[in-house]
T-cell receptor, first 109, second 113 residues
Framework: GENVEQHPSTLSVQEGDSAVIKCTYS??????FPWYKQELGKRPQLIID?????GEKKDQRIAVTLNKTAKHFSLHITETQPEDSAVYFC????????FGQGTILTVHP | DAGITQSPRHKVTETGTPVTLRCHQT?????MYWYRQDPGHGLRLIHYSYGVKDTDKGEVSDGYSVSRSKTEDFLLTLESATSSQTSVYFC????????????FGSGTRLTVV
């Protein structure tokens, strides 16, 4: 089955800096790669996703890049704000989602 | 809210007792999933359902069973709870089984003492 590795496990940045979270996956058949944000005590919520026929996708301050050859994808957050502080999960699938271990992002004012 | 509710939201139970968690949806989605969330492990799939009475195992199914007798309800049962099953349990629903369109419930925090 699919295996997803996510790094780093924790990330601390100053407000206004950029943050990058990286994931690798094992199953070359995976074709859908979503990113979820989970605030403390809340449910995971989709923030951006990308399909395997696209190399990059951007939505305001967040972007995701995908390298199918290397089987890795990344989340980029620019101009970080304190409200970006949360746990971020990557996932990969050709069917049922397999999640990475999560990254705790802390943005210091 | 999101058309998916989990009950109870919190539960404390003793080792060896049976526990049932409920996931209820009003979206009429075909696919339903149970995940558990533990620090350092992300979300791991326990069981899933692709229709009434159609279920299958995920990666961490040992010690858990599920049932789906109606489209709207997906039950997760711990037959004899153990401390290793202390976790936060999330239900998710999806109209398709292509990974997209997942909506998560609010979660159930289960503590086994």
């Amino acid at each position: 089955g699919e295996n997803v590795e996510q790094h780093p496990s924790t990330l601390s940045v100053q407000e206004g800096d950029s943050a990058v979270i990286k994931c690798t996956y094992s199953d070359s058949a995976s074709n859908y790669f979503p990113w979820y944000k989970q605030e403390l005590g809340k449910r995971p919520q989709l923030i951006i996703d990308i399909r395997s026929n696209v190399g990059e996708k951007k939505d305001q301050r967040i972007a995701v890049t995908l390298n199918k050859t290397a089987k890795h994808f990344s989340l980029h957050i620019t101009e970080t704000q304190p409200e970006d502080s949360a746990v971020y999960f990557c996932a990969a699938t050709g069917g049922k989602l397999t999640f990475g271990q999560g990254t705790i992002l802390t943005v210091h004012p | 809210d999101a058309g998916i509710t989990q009950s109870p939201r919190h539960k404390v139970t003793e080792t060896g007792t049976p526990v049932t968690l409920r996931c209820h949806q009003t979206e009429n989605h075909r696919y339903m999933y149970w995940y558990r969330q533990d620090p350092g492990h992300g979300l791991r799939l326990i069981h899933y359902s692709y229709g009434v009475k159609d279920t299958d195992k995920g990666e961490v199914s040992d010690g858990y069973s599920v049932s789906r007798s109606k489209t709207e309800d997906f039950l997760l049962t711990l037959e004899s709870a153990t401390s290793s099953q202390t976790s936060v349990y999330f239900c998710a629903i999806s109209e398709w089984d292509r990974g997209n369109g997942y909506t998560f419930g609010s979660g159930t925090r289960l503590t086994v003492v």
